[in-house]
């Protein structure tokens, strides 16, 4: 009983509400995929956030859609990179990921612009070309270069059986001399 005592004294008050912690992670900017524009907007927050979780989350695989994400590099990095991207799928744009986020700092800014070009809406599926420009600041800028990518890319989504879409295959190619996303992949997933 003298210890309890003890112990009542030293609390200043041991019933009394302490304030919350601030939170851990910050607040993103996810939004359910019930539309294919949806993943769209999610992809790029993603980016912006250096958010890997929500990257991934916009991506197909077995568990969620049924289908596995298959990736299909720009032409002239997949040959200049044998053997890099074959069966390229979820699991490998999971390695890639993380390996750039371990080179973007914290404060450096991260964007990806997409510009609509065509969209084709099928029952379950849809199939977009967009042009992109993804901006990177990351610390590897001397080694490898590619602050800056461009590129057409065709995202092909599906959607699950309950109904949010996913992005199952994606397509990039060159359209300018600029390096294309292939090649940032090229550079971080091996």
Not at 8 to 32: G, H, K, M, Y
Not at 48 to 53: R, S, V
Not at 160 to 168: P, Q, V
Request: aromatic share 12%; with cysteine.
């Amino acid at each position: 009983m003298g210890w309890v005592m003890l112990l009542v004294l030293a609390c200043r008050s041991p019933f009394a509400t302490r304030d919350p912690e601030p939170p851990i992670n910050q607040q993103s900017n996810w939004i359910q995929p019930t539309s294919s524009s949806y993943v769209l907007i999610n992809l790029r927050n993603a980016i912006a956030e250096k958010n890997a979780q929500n990257y991934l989350r916009c991506l197909a695989d077995t568990g969620k859609a049924g289908r596995r994400f298959l990736f299909i590099p720009e032409q002239s990095v997949n040959a200049a990179n044998p053997g890099v991207f074959r069966n390229w799928g979820y699991e490998e744009e999971r390695i890639y990921l993380n390996q750039l986020l371990l080179y973007l700092p914290k404060d450096s800014t991260s964007q990806l612009v997409l510009t609509s070009l065509r969209e084709s809406v099928y029952q379950d599926s849809v199939i977009l070309v967009q042009e992109y420009e993804l901006t990177l600041r990351h610390q590897r800028q001397a080694a490898v270069g590619l602050a800056k990518t461009r590129g057409q890319i065709e995202f092909r989504l599906i959607r699950s059986l309950e109904n949010m879409w996913y992005i199952h295959r994606w397509t990039d190619y060159a359209t300018a001399s600029q390096p294309t996303w292939s090649a940032v992949r090229a550079a971080f997933g091996n």
